[in-house]
């Protein structure tokens, strides 16, 4: 046989096998190769990502893996972040599992059996060189063999030390399942599930107590994946597993319907409440049920800004501290929503409704789409919503971030929730331009749309002939009265289910036409408990402005740890353009611009500080400072808040510019970023202001970057002579000594 039509056989059966895989985990999903993306801005992400991913080099990806088992690397390791070595890998072969089943690429299927084959070999090595731990890991976290030998023992001292062994973990564990549920790969099957073995085994003499003591550190989804292993093998001791590694902190509040999210790490939690969610779609316990549903709930309703986005210095922020969101510049996190597009889409799979669609359209349009950039392709990690700042882009090969992991799956798998189905009914989600091929029951449904540049949706029945339930998603933000539904050029009735769908049942053949009209309008969104700024929205999409293209210091990031950090210049917030409004509402200060579709100006409203520019669709603003939220204020009076205003900012900036590195105690990530160390120490809060706090003879410590020397620093007092003086502070690693340097004379 020709090696040419073996391989076509080989595609043939892992399509299949995938098409299998994928119902067994996802029951209401289409594969993904059954969903062909046409022309539109999903589709040009998509393609445009597959020109990324080849870029990266496999060998250096896996070189950690090798490492920690005893082989030798092929390759140099890229320098990912310090102390967080392998996690790339898992994302990379989630992607390639679920870009080879979108597209059928040929270089993604033997990208994955070629990182597969490696894997096996990982696999066996840590079998025979580290017989007493590792039998069965897969692992590339560094520093294995100490880590798990001590954890193993119930020693948690190193593990606490190290930066999240088990969320690094996760990402293989999810690159593997996603190998056999989207491929088929039987020997990614076999790996995911002794993978799973491993964590029962490790964890097997640990106390329900150490269970959840280790728990404090970011786990990654490793509830999810082990409730996934039930659902691939049937065996209840994964089911067992996932419930001891499911953290009650977060389980039992969330389940009674208590918010205890409050300053919490949100990358860190949204994952648990998946593993949630997961766990009780599985068993049916409503315990677990009702705490995914609730998390999801309180995030979306209470914690999210406009464009579907969340958290603040990687935290979720009291209700009272969300003018954070406009003092700081590191926004929401990308990782954020790719794991809260993952709940919801398990939560419609239990319930289906539009307001789970209604969000996954928000936060795909708004922010998912707007984290690639639409030249090179790099990836965002934070989004400031801080007016005139700007964000930052990872380069190909460079820079492997938390989302540049997520970012690299976002775009593969587009076509997972376009459609969904339920019995004799199919549900039309998204309206993106696309094709289904319903193999089931022989359907091949096209759709056809502009959206968001148009508001319109023509469905055809392109083949088929038989009886079933066509449910398109009435959204939220069209306006009464303006959804209207088309069957063969005549109107049925628009009236939406209890799920938000309107349903049409009929005996369907090639050639009928459904046409969807959903006409948008323009909506005010205010900044939770901070009303005084806003966001424009056009129906579900998010309306920016750029502003300027000073000072984008590092926009395209290297290697170095903190270099997803947008570093240019604060421009003050007194200084940025804000509108002054009279009885007019907001929502009419808006024109469209003529021959430019989603493109507005202002009209009848007065712009302080007003910058030349246009509103358009937050995700299309790349390579520009930027305005989302405005600060809008009443004629009457707005004066004495600006001075306010402009005092706090100025003192602000003042600090800021005085400031060699800082860090905030009490939250997760920065503390991890200084490399904390501490004996009896404990946190709190007051007043919302979160503190770390040393008890009974105990201490804490970070370590800060300051390269040697500080800014000009001004305002230093003589003690001996009271003259003011300006100076850099220099730090003399040889003595430990900091001292004065000061400016040339003029």
Known sequence: M???LLSIIAALLFAALGAQAQDRLYSNEFPLGDVKLLDGPLKDARDLNLEVLKQYD??????????ESGLEMKAKPYPNWDGLDGHIAGHYLSAMAQNYAATGEEWCRERVEYMLSELKEVHEAHAKNHPEWGVDYIGGFPGSDELWTSFKSGEFGKYFAAWAPFYNLHKMYAGLRDAWVYCGYEDAKEMFLAFSDWAIALTADLTDEQMQAMMRNEQGG??????DAYAVSGDKKYLDAARRFSHLQMLDPLSQGIDPLDNLHANTQVPKAQGFERIGELSGDQKYLDAGRFFWETVTGNRSLAFGGNSRREHFPPAT??????NDNDGPESCNTYNMLK??????????SSSYTDYYERALFNHILSTQHPEHGGYVYFTPVRPRHYRVYSAPGEAMWCCVGTGMENHGKYGKFIYTHAEDALYV????????NWKD?????RQETAFPYGETSRITIAKGKGQFELKVRKPSWVAEGGFAVKVNGKKVSAKAGADGYVAVSRKWK????VEVEFPMHTSVVPLQNEEQYVAFMHGPIVLGMKTGTEDLRGIIADDSRFGQYAGGEYLPVDKAPMLLYGEAALEDCLEPVPGKPMHFKFKGIEVLNPIEGELQPFYTIHDARYMMYWLALSKDGYQEYLADLAAEEAARLKLEGRTVDKVQPAEQQPETDHKMLFERSTTGNTNNVFYREAQHGGWFSYEFETKGKTDLIQGFVSHKTGNKFDAYLVFNASTGRVTYEFPPRK
């Open 429 to 436: 989600n998204l309206f993106v331009a696309s094709e289904l």
């Open 321 to 326: 501290a969300y003018i954070d969101y406009l």
């Open 441 to 445: 029951r022989g359907f091949v449904v």
């Open 58 to 67: 496999v060998d250096r990806m896996l070189a950690p893996y090798r490492k």
């Open 510 to 513: 090639k050639g009928d036409v």
């Open 222 to 227: 490793m509830n999810e994946v082990l409730a």
């Open 2 to 4: 020709k090696p040419r």
């Open 343 to 352: 709940l919801t889409e398990t939560l419609f799979r239990l319930n289906p």
